[in-house]
């Protein structure tokens, strides 16, 4: 028992499993087997092929912990659910059930756990995801680990390869909302902090900890012809590198970069390192200009900007063009894990 209720340690696994029960979906059509059994059991609609995809928030890597604030882990929640989905739309797939495994210290507080599980259920509600189960374990530290299944026809699956020269790339949504909330987060006394607007502030704290996946518009980029892609959870410049490989080169208009509204202003010398900073969760997506061009009509059709951003050639590296950049080569920002890019 702390200041913050019972924990984790003291309920013990078959009370935190009671807990967590009214969170995790039945059977059904489609999920034969839920949570219960020693694995869950899904049927795929005919003719699909599965995709699978999986992600990990660490604390003190990922998160800080903040015991009591309810608030704080139901965001959580729906972060560590929505980052995967993200993962799923980037393929081209529909959702299918989502499974997770949560190591946690003893001393995490029931409620917090409970709190976490609530915004999972938001999340899965609001992008039509099962809960089917997992797994939990005690850790020194909490590590929260997601893993997504969805569906999609062979023919329609989302690549990060094959891009080629003459090909535009494009963007969904805008950029710089999340990495802007951290920066303020991590330095309240900065200049931005204490300049930039409170209702600024609260859109970027939003775009950080409660992301979108872009799951619909996935749908319309397919429809129109798109067979590459890859979300920006790393960040734009960084990801968009992985769309590169020897003799492709990209030049990215920094005129044409959809920043979130504040951004530039509030980081004047800074605001291109906070643009490529990561977890913006939207979609680059590259193909021939007239299919780009109806790939964004198809996205702006759900109420979600999209915009072309660079064009790839046979030039050399990611390079930035526009009145901030003359062919330059673009900042090396953006999450590296182990300290060297993926």
Not at 261 to 269: L, Q
Request: some cysteine; proline content about 5%.
């Amino acid at each position: 028992m702390t200041a913050t209720g019972p924990v984790v340690g003291d309920a013990g696994e078959l009370e935190l499993l009671r807990l967590l029960q009214p969170h995790l979906a039945s059977a059904g059509e489609r999920l034969l087997v839920p949570a219960g059994d020693d694995g869950a059991v899904w049927r795929p609609a005919a003719g699909k092929a599965v995709v699978t995809t999986t992600d990990s928030l660490v604390e003190d890597v990922h998160f800080y912990r903040a015991d009591g604030d309810a608030g704080f882990y139901r965001d959580l929640g729906w972060k560590l659910l929505a980052v995967s989905l993200s993962d799923i739309a980037a393929m081209g797939a529909e959702p299918g059930p989502s499974f997770f495994a949560l190591t946690l210290p003893g001393d995490w507080p029931v409620g917090d756990l409970e709190a976490l599980y609530d915004g999972l259920s938001d999340c899965a509600a609001r992008w039509g995801t099962d809960l089917a189960g997992g797994n939990l374990s005690a850790g020194r530290v909490a590590v929260l680990t997601s893993v997504c299944l969805g569906e999609v026809a062979a023919d329609r699956v989302l690549r990060r390869a094959d891009a080629e020269p003459g090909w535009s790339m494009a963007v969904t949504g805008r950029l710089g909302g999340a990495s802007a909330a951290l920066r303020v987060l991590h330095d309240p006394e900065s200049e931005a902090a204490r300049t930039a607007a409170p209702e600024q502030v609260a859109r970027w704290r939003a775009r950080l900890r409660r992301p979108l996946p872009r799951l619909a518009e996935a749908q319309a980029l397919v429809d129109a012809g798109i067979r590459v892609s890859l979300d920006v959870s790393d960040g734009v410049f960084l990801d968009a590198r992985r769309l590169l490989r020897e003799g492709l080169g990209l030049l990215i208009d920094l005129d044409g970069l959809p920043l979130e509204d504040g951004v530039r202003e509030a980081f004047p010398d800074a605001w291109l390192e906070v643009t490529g900073g990561g977890e913006d969760y939207e979609l680059l997506f590259a193909g021939p200009a007239d299919v780009v061009e109806a790939a964004c009509a198809g996205v702006e059709a759900l109420g979600t900007e999209a915009r072309v951003i660079g064009r790839f050639d046979r030039g050399q590296g990611l390079r930035l063009s526009g009145a901030d950049a003359a062919d330059a080569l673009a900042p090396d920002v953006g999450h590296r894990h182990f300290g060297a890019a993926r």
